[in-house]
């Protein structure tokens, strides 16, 4: 938009754990507008990591969402004819999408019978600092500091 910032769209709570977060991460679960298909897949997943750990599902999944969330990340920028992979700081709104969709990316390419389990295999992984999704943010913190002597380019 040329003159004015969007809007911020409301978003309301979930119906279980009243918490916007869910919502959030409900909807990037959701595939062709079907939000009742992926709230029982959350709410699925919710259900065996609260059987698995004994603990409170919402915030072992809190938990294993800030375990893959990023806080830098490098891009690229032609400066000169040659192409650097600068580290820049990650606004958090980014930083919370990123982590989800590397959460459910990773959840829906593992080997589970049906996406509840995926999903809860891999929230339970991220819980303990591990699984593809914490991997993926280890790789791009390690990126940005291979790239560290980049970082007076900034944008």
Same mark, same amino acid.
Do not use: C
């Given at each position: 938009?040329?003159?004015?910032?969007p809007k911020?769209?409301? /978003?309301l709570?979930?119906p279980?754990?009243n918490?916007?977060l %869910?919502?959030k991460? %409900?909807?990037n679960?959701? *595939?062709k507008?079907k939000?009742?298909?992926?709230?029982?897949i959350?709410y699925?997943? @919710?259900?065996?990591?609260a059987?698995?750990t $004994?603990?409170d !599902? %919402?915030?072992?999944?809190?938990k +294993? #969402?800030?375990?893959v969330?990023p806080?830098v990340?490098?891009?690229s920028r032609? /400066?000169?004819? =040659?192409?650097?992979q600068?580290? !820049?700081?990650?606004?958090?709104?980014?930083? @919370? !999408?990123i982590? @989800?969709k $590397? #959460?459910?990316g990773?959840?829906r390419?593992?080997?589970?019978? !049906?996406?509840?389990?995926?999903? +809860?295999?891999e929230?339970? =992984? =991220?819980?303990? &600092? &591990?699984?593809?999704?914490?991997?993926k943010?280890?790789d791009t913190?390690?990126m +940005?500091e291979a790239n560290? +002597?980049?970082? *007076?380019f900034?944008f």
């Amino acid at each position: 938009m040329r003159k004015a910032k969007p809007k911020k769209r409301i /978003i309301l709570p979930d119906p279980r754990f009243n918490d916007v977060l %869910v919502t959030k991460f %409900v909807n990037n679960i959701m *595939h062709k507008g079907k939000k009742n298909i992926a709230y029982t897949i959350f709410y699925e997943a @919710m259900d065996i990591v609260a059987k698995k750990t $004994n603990e409170d !599902s %919402v915030e072992v999944w809190k938990k +294993a #969402l800030a375990n893959v969330t990023p806080s830098v990340e490098v891009r690229s920028r032609r /400066i000169g004819g =040659a192409t650097f992979q600068i580290p !820049s700081e990650i606004r958090p709104n980014r930083k @919370m !999408s990123i982590g @989800m969709k $590397n #959460l459910i990316g990773f959840a829906r390419k593992r080997h589970e019978k !049906s996406m509840g389990q995926k999903l +809860a295999a891999e929230i339970l =992984a =991220a819980y303990k &600092e &591990e699984g593809a999704a914490f991997k993926k943010k280890e790789d791009t913190h390690r990126m +940005a500091e291979a790239n560290k +002597a980049f970082s *007076h380019f900034r944008f």
